[in-house]
């Protein structure tokens, strides 16, 4: 049996610092499902690209550091922190220079060595404070 926790990192590192979403078709299932999604996309492995692609464009310094790692039996999560700057067109906002510094958590299911599901959450009421798309408390 694949090791869940390496096979999170290396999803981690490889496809999402790097942008290597080529090595999605290899780290998913057939079957592969987003179970949290993102509105517009599909649930697949061809949405997960989309999302990684715009992330990417939008971030391009973007680096997830997993802050801790759990896994049992076919379920790994992680507690991640993502670091990067907006250099780039996300979700209709144009490019602030801005950094960024969000948290988030992901669960995924391990089926035969790859990924089978993922969701995830991230605190997006924060980021969009950072890049000034929402005012911060006071």
Known sequence: MTDGKALLRRWLEEVWNRGDVSLLDELHTAGFR???GNPGLT??????KQVIL????????????????????????ARWTMRGTHNGEFN???ATGRPL????????????GRIAEFWH?????AALRQLGALPGLG
Request: charged share 30%; net charge negative.
């Open 101 to 112: 510094i969000m948290a988030g958590f992901g669960l995924v299911r391990i089926e035969d």
């Open 92 to 94: 209709g906002m144009p």
């Open 43 to 48: 649930p697949d492995t061809a949405g997960m």
């Open 54 to 77: 715009t992330i990417r464009a939008a971030f391009p310094d973007a680096v997830f550091t997993i802050e801790d790692l759990v896994a049992d039996d076919d379920r790994v999560a």
């Open 121 to 125: 959450l991230e605190d997006d009421l």
């Open 34 to 36: 987003d179970r949290t």
